[in-house]
């Protein structure tokens, strides 16, 4: 079973910053939080991974609260091409082969005009 | 980022008959792939996990004489759903990590899906 919980949906107006909240209330010390979106009829595609630290790049930033139970991904500056089904994943990072990748039910954004 | 594709992208078929996926990783090494399926407007769901040269791990629930997973080398992987129903028409996702070493693997890449319609 997946370890996170997101809302079913959100609306965010094209060109405002869009906050997509996840819950890992069990995550334990040795997982990672990522982000993964999946637009229509693609495969997954990788945003951004964090510890405890909050992360940034190109694509969005990740504020993990201080004890790791939930995190925010933040797209700055939204636009149509982000509508998309965000997942929030918790998985070890491990040498090697590693965890499997267990996606939840997501949250569908709709950016709007 | 790390490019894996999958082919065909869309396949229909005749019930009874075979269909084959490929999956690859075009410019990297991996040792694990997965092997998910994704029902209309429902998250994706694993079915295996794949390593070079062994067996492949299923998930609970899936079949694995009727879903059957070669994973010959490094950047190849095949899905086999073998006697296709109607019932098997789904969007099959595969999966790849890369292969770093001495570093925690982060990197997961998704394949662009292929979608199968058994008729």
């Known amino acids: 079973d997946a370890k996170t919980t997101q809302p079913t949906s959100m609306d965010c107006a094209e060109g405002r910053a869009a906050n997509l909240p996840c819950n890992h209330s069990?995550?334990?010390?040795?997982?990672?939080v990522y982000w993964y979106r999946q637009i229509h009829s693609q495969g997954p595609q990788y945003i951004i991974h964090?510890?405890?630290n909050n992360e940034t790049n190109e694509m969005a930033s990740l504020i993990i609260t201080e004890d790791r139970k939930s995190s925010t991904l933040i797209l700055p500056h939204a636009t149509l091409r982000d509508t998309a089904v965000y997942y929030c994943?918790?998985?070890?990072?491990?040498?090697?082969?590693?965890?499997?990748?267990?996606f939840g039910a997501g949250t569908r954004l709709f950016v709007k005009a | 980022g790390a490019v894996v594709s999958q082919h065909p992208s869309r396949v229909i078929c005749k019930s009874g008959t075979s269909v084959k996926i490929e999956c690859r990783s075009l410019?990297?090494?991996?040792?694990?792939m997965f092997w998910y399926r994704q029902f209309p407007k429902k998250s994706l769901m694993l079915m295996a996990t794949?390593?070079?040269?062994?067996?492949?791990?299923?998930e609970q629930g899936v079949e694995k004489d009727k879903f059957l997973i070669n994973h010959a080398s490094l950047t190849l992987s095949t899905l086999t759903v073998t006697s296709a129903h109607p019932e098997d028409s789904s969007f099959y996702i595969c999966?790849?990590?890369?292969?770093?070493?001495?570093?925690?693997?982060?990197?997961?890449?998704f394949g662009p899906g292929t979608r199968l319609t058994v008729l």
């Open positions: 069990t995550i334990s010390g040795n997982e990672y």
């Open positions: 994943i918790v998985r070890g990072g491990l040498f090697w082969g590693g965890f499997k990748t267990i």
């Open positions: 964090g510890l405890k």
């Open positions: 999966s790849a990590r890369a292969q770093r070493e001495g570093q925690i693997n982060h990197e997961q890449f």
């Open positions: 410019d990297f090494q991996a040792t694990t």
């Open positions: 794949s390593n070079e040269g062994s067996k492949a791990t299923y």
